[in-house]
């Protein structure tokens, strides 16, 4: 039985739920403030390691709660650095999270749900069907667990995306609430503006997001410039076409260091033409957004391919000829792809490594 199976965890509980549960055992307030800054800011797994609390206080939360972060199942390290995390939930279920680090900041991606909803065609997380939605602690976990393996400090610059498995907008209460913890400076204290979430364009949950004060940056997975392509790639576009989305997104109340990130998935041959990149730009037009393109990444189980580079720099120029800010996103983890397949023998499916795209510096 591992370790603290019997206690409840106290990981993805909030500063007010954890003052609640310092009143509950006889303590003042603050006390949970404590227990919070602990869990959080400095990353204490062990109750001993609460020094700022007294020693019954400890010794009892000890004896019913544990801070219990996902187990790494397995680890796949890339040649580039990157780090692909398979972890093992307390149900059994499997969620990756990818680490990117570059020269001057880090990137994790994040999985937001088991498996997804949504059967986008070219996505290998489909292929697992919807299971269930994390916790904001398994959500937490995630963060902390790489952040633990990978001497992440605190006050390093991290970048945190949701672009891992799962639709974050379909899971918004949880996502929302790792998201307030991890943008803390109590807490985790990743800064707001380096936390981005992506979204297929559930468009009421954007504009739910959009009236909460404490959202991170917002991604839409554009991958098509018309509506009978894009319903073909993602069935959602048949609920959400493009005009909906786009008229949604011209609402969306940026603040004034924002902007909109559009990804654009190239797939050989079906949304890559010159053509196609006119329409995306005719699209966004006046929107202050900009555009990562995304070479596929291809696995033996989906018939997509990748476009030669040489029309990737094309579809790009065509955007930015047209004022359209247009950023290439190089795959990272390209050898650990491997990797996928031997996940899918077992009966899983993982995204392969560049569905985890980092931030361009601009
Ligand atoms: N459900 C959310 C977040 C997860 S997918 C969304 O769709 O935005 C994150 C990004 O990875 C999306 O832009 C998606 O289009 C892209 N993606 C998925 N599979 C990919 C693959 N095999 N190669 C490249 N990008 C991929």
Known sequence: MALGEHRDN???????????????????????????????????????????????????????????????????????????YLFRLHDGNLVETVYMPEEERTTLCLSSQVGCALDC????????GSKRNLTAGEILGQVLAVAAGQNVARGARLNLVFMGMGEPLLNLPQ???AVGILADRE???????RITLSTVGILPRIEEL????????????????HDEQRSALMPINKKYPLADLLRVCRAYPLRPWEHLTFEYVLLDGFNDADADARRVADLLRGLRAKVNL????????????????????????????????????????????????QLSLEGLNCKSPSAWVAEDRG
């Open 187 to 193: 807490g985790v204290g990743v800064p707001l503006r």
């Open 210 to 225: 959009a009236r909460k004060p404490g959202r991170p940056k917002l991604a839409i997975s554009l991958n098509a410039s």
């Open 10 to 84: 106290l990981l993805g509980l909030n500063r007010e739920e954890l003052e609640n549960l310092a009143v509950s055992f006889g303590q003042p307030r603050y006390r949970g403030r404590q227990l919070y800054h602990g869990i959080y800011a400095r990353r204490v797994r062990e109750f001993s390691g609460l020094t700022d609390l007294r020693g019954d206080f400890r010794d009892a939360l000890a004896a019913r709660h544990a801070i219990l972060y996902p187990q790494v199942e397995r680890e796949f390290s890339s040649r580039d650095g990157a780090v692909r």
């Open 121 to 128: 065609r070219f996505c290998f997380t489909a292929l697992l």
């Open 294 to 341: 995304i070479p596929y990444n291809s696995g033996p189980e989906l018939p997509f391919r990748a476009p030669p580079f040489e029309r990737v720099v094309a579809f790009q120029n065509i955007l930015t000829d047209r004022y359209i800010p247009a950023f290439i996103r190089i795959s990272r983890g390209q050898d650990i792809r491997a990797a996928c397949g």
């Open 175 to 177: 996502v929302s609430k």
